[in-house]
């Protein structure tokens, strides 16, 4: 087994604390512009963890960092995927960074995802890992 095969493995096993990293990606959700408008890359900030929560939520994983994957959560909820497919579709033909008119849609499931999130995280498993074991394996990885 490769190193990043024996890393990724401890991760999962005794490090990754999954209610933890569920609300870790809630702190995203708090820093937003308000107002009429958002910027395409604000809503991919928010997306994106609020699609790994969802992965964590179903899976007890690690989620992954393509889109494409996390997007397949939303298989049985067409119109809200189709909205964020169209939404990654106008981010590769516009400046990320210029505010756009805020999509109501997205908006309404970052919301309700959100609340069902929460009450969901508290029910989720915790990793109890030791540091020391990780710092070992490093080693052991460096060839020290």
């Not at 604390?17 to 937003?32: C, I, M, R």
């Not at 609020?50 to 960092?65: C, D, F, G, K």
């Not at 499931?109 to 069902?116: A, I, S």
Request: aromatic share 12%; with cysteine.
């Amino acid at each position: 087994m490769s190193c990043v095969d024996r890393f990724y493995a401890f991760v999962k096993k005794d490090i990754f604390l999954t209610e933890k990293a569920v609300k870790q990606f809630f702190t995203y959700f708090f820093n937003d512009e308000g107002g009429g408008a958002v910027t395409i890359k604000k809503y991919f900030y928010m997306l994106r963890p609020l699609l790994a929560a969802s992965w964590i939520e179903r899976y007890h994983t690690i989620p992954p960092m393509e889109l494409a994957l996390l997007l397949q959560l939303l298989d049985d909820q067409p119109e809200i995927k189709s909205c964020i497919v169209d939404l990654q579709e106008r981010k590769q033909h516009i400046d990320e960074q210029i505010p756009i008119a805020r999509i109501a849609m997205i908006d309404h499931f970052l919301t309700t995802e959100l609340t069902r999130l929460q009450g969901s995280a508290k029910t989720l498993p915790t990793g109890n890992g030791d540091a020391a074991n990780l710092d070992r394996l490093f080693q052991q990885c460096l060839g020290l």
